[in-house]
């Protein structure tokens, strides 16, 4: 018996009787080669009553399987969002130059096994777009140019002191450092410091001085995240103008971009900041 049927077979002796024992499988042959050969596909379809096509299913649903030699070993796991923020933001020539500098496609591992390619929809840093994680780590407003950069400073040769790059929160900074439901924790915080200046502009300037905030907001291109971008500047213009006595604010909270969290980061966590 070859020695990839008695793996195989072994570890279907150990999944007996457990839930998930494809995956136990398939995952116990990860780890003792460090890819999942294509001749393993048949003992274990056998071994477990199951068709080919099954695991073969399994192994392109569960796409952190390497299925070549050349991908075992050490790897680096680059995962790009593409959602509506980071796409709006360029992510779409990023992967494209990832793609092309690294010859790599989703799910697949560069021809020289060192880089993985995923994708997800949203990592809750919006704000920051567009954002990639390598090998875990997070980072924002990443261009191409800085993508290079992240990947020489990984380079498994190169020992040169890799830059600082790390995400740095700006939205989420109060985001699990505080208690969401104290307004105080939240004043302690840097919460308020905006609206105390606003308020005070207002007080000794009058309209003049909600005039003076408006110009602040547009000249500082602030703008909506829900996909049309529109300037928060004039959308408060707007409202200034309108004559009303009683104007009304409403927040819309709703996740509507699939996948995407940071509503419901914020809102849960740092809910007096909206
Ligand atoms: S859209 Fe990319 S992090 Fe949210």
């Not at 379809?45 to 299913?57: F, R």
């Not at 793609?99 to 697949?108: A, E, R, V, Y």
């Not at 840097?190 to 905030?213: C, P, Q, T, Y």
């Not at 408006?214 to 995240?225: M, V």
Request: proline share 3%; hydrophobic share 35%.
């Amino acid at each position: 018996m070859k020695a990839l049927d008695k793996l195989v077979l072994r570890l279907t002796e150990e999944a007996e009787g457990r839930q998930g024992s494809l995956f136990y499988i398939l995952n116990g042959i990860n780890e003792e080669l460090g890819y999942i050969p294509d001749e393993a596909v048949l003992p274990t379809a056998e071994n477990l009553n199951i068709s080919k096509a099954e695991v073969y299913g399994f192994l392109s649903f569960f796409r952190n399987y390497k299925t070549d030699a050349a991908a075992g070993g050490a790897y680096h796991k680059i995962v790009v969002c593409r959602s509506e923020s980071c796409e709006a933001s360029g992510s779409k020539q990023l992967l494209e130059h990832i793609k092309i500098s690294l010859n790599l496609d989703f799910g697949k591992y560069s021809p020289d096994g060192k880089y993985f390619l995923d994708y997800v929809y949203c990592f809750g840093h919006c704000a920051s777009s567009p954002a990639v994680a390598v090998d875990g780590i997070l980072y924002d407003k990443v261009t191409p140019e800085v993508f290079d950069k992240i990947i020489k400073n990984l380079d498994f040769n190169n020992l040169e002191k890799p830059v600082e790059l790390k995400s740095q929160s700006l939205i989420f900074k109060r985001c699990g450092n505080i208690n969401p439901l104290s307004a105080s924790d939240y004043a302690d915080n840097g919460g308020f410091n905006a609206l105390r200046r606003v308020i005070g502009e207002i007080k000794s300037k009058g309209d003049e001085g909600k005039l003076l905030f408006i110009n602040e907001l547009k000249q500082s291109k602030l703008k909506g995240r829900g996909g049309a971008g529109f300037p928060a500047g004039i959308k408060w213009e707007t409202v200034f103008k309108e004559k009303s006595a009683v104007k009304y604010i409403i927040c819309n909270a709703d996740e509507g971009d699939s996948g995407a969290y940071a509503d419901r980061i914020i809102l849960e966590n740092d809910p007096v900041s909206v």
